[in-house]
């Protein structure tokens, strides 16, 4: 696999799959693990992080992840690497401080292996809708298999040591990528995420820590990694999210039935005319009208696309795929265009 290539080749966690599908895009849950009697990431040298990436890729090779795509992050140009992070497959983090970073990744792109972002390793799963039971599964067994080929830093008292304290005891985020349009439009958001506070729980943008809400999407995930197995806190977090799910399908019905459809009918027109018709769209903007489009598609009405074109659009139109389908580094304007040519075709429009 090539990143060229992986273009060409659909994301499985994307597919509109699983439980919720409609609201949860996607569940994931990784796992931060750093090898014993060895300097963590922040702290080491070049050359000791460079011996961590070989040591990890060759335990990665006996595993069954053999066959995965394994990069070298220090060897990617950035655009490459701007793609690999709007993909969800390494961090916006380590997409600025490749040096000696790494990354393995499977055909499906739902298992990967981040290697010297703040952890040594951070190995994620991930599973379309809401399936942070099976993400787990997939993890688990990624970790068990590599538990017998390294030697993790782990202390009785401690559990898993990491680089940031949050993450002590089971090293686990298990997190939901959830679209919330529905609350927001009737004004519940602001509630919901005071909730998940006192829940121990916490909301962010879409790529994460540190990135801002773009197209009402949001990853909710749990705040720390002590105190609690990775069983509770899967089933903490799998809670929440179909409690939020639900209220999320409700605000949709209310808006549907109620005093407001026709002003949601006009948003939703609306950004399926600017959708097939645009000759220029930026990402800000794309981003706010198929989510638009989603909700629509949530509630049966008919639309250009499905769930998994629209889906499929959200990854696409962003920059950096774009330069990769133009096979060259896009200013502005070239990006707006382009992105409005790629989703009038996907939608089917001319």
């Known amino acids: 696999m090539n990143l060229q290539g992986m273009l060409r080749f659909k994301m499985g966690w994307t597919q509109p799959e699983g439980p919720y599908h409609d609201v949860v895009m996607a569940s994931r849950v990784r796992l931060a693990r750093n090898l014993a009697s060895t300097a963590f990431p922040g702290r080491a040298s070049a050359s000791s992080r460079k011996r961590v990436r070989e040591t990890v890729f060759a335990a990665a090779r006996q595993t069954y992840l053999k066959d995965?795509?394994?990069f070298r992050l220090d060897e990617l140009d950035s655009v490459d690497l701007r793609f690999l992070a709007e993909r969800h497959l390494i961090s916006p983090t380590l997409a600025e401080e490749p040096d000696q970073g790494g990354v393995i990744i499977d055909s499906r792109e739902c298992l990967t292996l981040m290697v010297n972002e703040e952890d040594h390793l951070r190995l994620a799963a991930l599973a379309p809708g809401l399936d942070l039971r099976q993400a787990a599964r997939e993890a688990n067994g990624l970790d068990d298999d590599l538990t017998r080929r390294l030697d993790f830093a782990f202390r009785k008292d401690w559990g898993y040591l990491t680089a940031c304290p949050t993450n002590l005891g089971t090293g686990m985020r298990a997190s939901c990528l959830v679209h919330l349009p529905g609350l927001g439009l009737v004004g519940a958001i602001n509630k919901f995420l005071e909730g998940l506070s006192q829940s121990g729980l916490i909301a962010r943008g879409l790529y994460g820590e540190g990135t801002k809400v773009m197209g009402d999407f949001f990853q909710i995930s749990n705040h720390t990694g002590l105190g609690r197995t990775e069983a509770e806190m899967v089933t903490a977090v799998e809670r929440a999210v179909e409690?939020?799910?639900?209220?999320?399908?409700?605000?949709?019905?209310?808006?549907?039935?109620?005093?407001?459809?026709?002003?949601?009918?006009?948003t939703v027109q609306r950004a399926a005319g600017c959708l097939t018709r645009a000759r220029v769209l930026s990402f800000e903007e794309g981003c706010h009208h198929l989510s638009a489009l989603r909700i629509g598609l949530s509630l049966g009405w008919e639309l250009p696309g499905n769930f998994t074109i629209v889906n499929e659009l959200a990854i696409m139109t962003q920059p950096a795929h774009?330069?990769?389908?133009?096979?060259?580094?896009?200013?502005?304007?070239?990006?707006?265009?382009?992105?409005?040519?790629?989703?009038?075709?996907?939608?089917?429009?001319k």
Do not use: C, H, I, W
């Open 322 to 349: 774009l330069a990769m389908l133009a096979g060259k580094p896009l200013g502005a304007q070239d990006q707006a265009v382009l992105r409005a040519s790629l989703v009038r075709k996907r939608l089917g429009a």
């Open 68 to 70: 995965a795509a394994y």
């Open 243 to 266: 409690t939020v799910a639900q209220r999320e399908k409700e605000a949709r019905q209310k808006l549907a039935n109620g005093p407001r459809r026709v002003q949601l009918e006009d």
